[in-house]
């Protein structure tokens, strides 16, 4: 499984993320433009961002791999607060996953059409909807998960579930 680790260039480390990217079978891996945009902008605001590979495209799987690399970077930066952040299938693999010190996450262009989420915590959680998204508009993102208290949808303007033109817009906002 391959990973990047962005650490920040200025100032400590005050927490951590792993950054999920798009499915293993469609192309999706840690090299996504926005699965790099989003690490390095955690970076450059003192958090250690981890990028990694999850190839098995089986979403518990995908979740049992993506714990076990949130426990191993917060021992190794020194840290005990992580959020998970994931794009599209990668936001299906953050809400499965539970690992101990996870305070947020992020989810961009959850695809609520194509499949069930299944969080039942609490945590707070930004869900960036891209308005033209083909696997999961505004409208469907909000009656699948809109009703928790800690959860705060935003819309993406101008795009869709692949986000030509508003990768560093979403990468900024997350």
């Known amino acids: 499984m391959g990973h990047d680790l962005h650490l920040p260039t200025d100032g400590p480390v005050v927490a951590a993320a792993v950054v999920v990217h798009p499915h293993p079978a469609m192309g999706g891996d840690r090299?996504?433009?926005?699965?790099?945009a989003m690490s390095e902008r955690l970076a450059a605001a003192g958090?250690?961002?981890?990028?990694l590979d999850l190839p098995d495209p089986d979403v518990a799987a995908a979740a049992g791999a993506l714990e076990a690399a949130?426990?191993?970077l917060l021992r190794e930066v020194g840290v005990e607060r992580l959020s998970l952040v994931?794009?599209?299938?990668?936001s299906v693999v953050a809400t499965?996953?539970?690992?101990?010190?996870?305070?947020?996450?992020?989810?961009?262009?959850?695809p609520v059409a194509s499949f069930a989420f299944a969080s039942t915590d609490d945590l707070p959680s930004l869900v960036l909807v891209p308005?033209?998204?083909?696997?999961?508009?505004?409208?469907?993102?909000?009656?699948?998960?809109?009703?928790r208290p800690a959860t705060t949808i935003e819309t993406i303007e101008g795009?869709?579930?692949?986000?030509?033109?508003?990768?560093?817009?979403i990468a900024?906002?997350?």
């Not at 090299?31 to 790099?36: A, D, F, I």
């Open 31 to 36: 090299h996504h433009p926005l699965v790099v």
């Open 96 to 110: 499965l996953a539970a690992p101990l010190g996870l305070t947020a996450r992020v989810l961009v262009a959850p």
């Open 131 to 147: 308005a033209h998204d083909q696997y999961g508009g505004p409208d469907a993102v909000d009656a699948a998960i809109g009703g």
């Open 70 to 72: 949130a426990t191993d």
């Open 172 to 174: 900024t906002r997350a």
């Open 159 to 169: 795009c869709d579930h692949f986000l030509a033109g508003a990768i560093d817009r």
């Open 86 to 90: 994931g794009y599209s299938w990668g």
């Open 47 to 51: 958090v250690a961002a981890l990028r």
